[in-house]
């Protein structure tokens, strides 16, 4: 069977998903809706996805339902989608502070009685880099969440969560955080600068580093406390820069970031949730 994919909204991370799945070759049906000539075009010449400006051509006969607009659009459309709403049909969305329990009151549904699965994907995923965390209420079968996995790995990695609560958590900690190390750079390249080194080449080296720390992170499978000791010769240079982060108390810098990540993401969650009826 060729399941049927229907996008709500064909922003970047609607984008990201269909190039993915697209460059790879998709074993869905792909549908998207758009009000923007110019995205629409895009979508059906280049990515060979088919594109309306009314979501209401195909919304009846996917299998999947992609939710992929701003939050604060999801009361107005999920009044609309009340009525057009199948048994069989599952609900992704990809937004950020909207609970499952509020998708499915707005749908007119307990959230036990329509498959409903929450995605948390990055911005990295416009590159095929992502992380995404996804959880999946009770009324989800594996079947659609072997398609949830698909479209996301085909722009990254993925882990589903044992509960929704945790997608705070991911927002913390994937979600949020390349805006974290976005800073972190842009603080070492003009330190670089400061020291002699010119913009291009303080820039270079610092994004090279990052992206090499990172990727041998994921390919030696060594702890990651680990890799840095074997970085710290005694007595060395880095050593010596790690001694001073640790006595600046960076960990507990980061920990205070990340808590309010995941504090602001609760207060979104019941604020956003309560505009739903």
């Not at 701003?70 to 009525?83: D, I, S, V």
């Not at 882990?159 to 955080?177: D, N, P, R």
Request: negative net charge; glycine residues 8%; hydrophobic residues 40%.
């Amino acid at each position: 069977m060729r399941y049927k994919i229907g996008f709500i909204g064909g922003g970047n991370m609607s984008q990201a998903i269909l190039s993915g799945l697209t460059a790879k070759g998709s074993p869905y049906e792909l549908y998207v809706c758009d009000r923007n000539e110019n995205k629409r075009h895009f979508f059906m010449e280049t990515l060979g996805v088919q594109a309306t400006h009314d979501y209401r051509e195909f919304i009846e006969t996917v299998d999947v339902i992609v939710l992929a607009i701003k939050p604060q659009g999801f009361p107005a459309l999920l009044a609309e989608l009340k009525p057009l709403i199948k048994p069989h049909q599952l609900i992704l969305s990809i937004a950020a502070g909207i609970p499952i329990e509020a998708i499915a009151r707005g749908l007119g549904q307990a959230d036990n009685q329509i498959a409903i699965v929450r995605a948390m994907p990055n911005t990295p995923s416009s590159i095929g880099l992502g992380a995404t965390g996804l959880y999946g209420n009770r009324a989800t079968n594996d079947t659609q969440k072997a398609i949830v996995s698909t479209l996301f790995e085909s722009c990254g990695v993925i882990t589903w969560l044992q509960s929704e609560a945790l997608i705070s958590a991911v927002v913390a900690v994937s979600g949020s955080s390349p805006a974290y190390f976005f800073y972190i750079m842009d603080i070492m390249a003009k330190v670089g600068e400061s020291m002699g080194l010119d913009p291009e080449s303080s820039l270079i080296l610092t994004q090279q580093a990052m992206l090499g720390a990172a990727r041998y992170s994921q390919e030696a499978g060594i702890p990651l406390d680990t890799l840095k000791k074997n970085v710290m010769s005694p007595k060395g240079t880095t050593e010596q820069a790690v001694f001073s982060l640790e006595r600046d108390h960076l960990d507990e810098v980061l920990q205070r970031a990340m808590q309010a990540a995941y504090d602001r993401d609760q207060v979104l969650s019941k604020e956003i949730g309560d505009t739903i009826v």
